[in-house]
């Protein structure tokens, strides 16, 4: 069964969220390394966090897209446009 238009969307913003996530954690694997923080580990920890739910998402909505249509991938495309745009905005800060 092919999947829809809007729901291979959600999918691709997932897996470039996962990417996102992906280099903000071998920053911060980077800088505990190097300071050992409670505060870098916490950073770690939250980009660990938010880089499993992107790659989680990406098979769930895989998942969805058998089953449900437009309207259910539509609201979740808008989530997870917003998701990508604090993702990109850590990973900027994260790069300066």
Partial sequence: MMIGFFW??????AIVSAAIMAVVFVF???RYNE???????????FSGAL???????SYIYYM????????VAIPIMMIMVLEL???????????Q
């Fill in 8 to 13: 291979a969307i959600d999918i691709v913003l």
């Fill in 28 to 30: 911060y694997v980077r």
């Fill in 35 to 45: 300071l050992k923080s409670k505060l870098t580990m916490g950073l770690l920890t």
């Fill in 51 to 57: 880089l499993l739910q992107s790659v989680i998402s």
């Fill in 64 to 71: 969805f897209a058998q089953t449900y249509t437009s309207a």
């Fill in 85 to 95: 745009l604090g993702m990109l905005s850590l990973a900027y800060i994260v790069k």
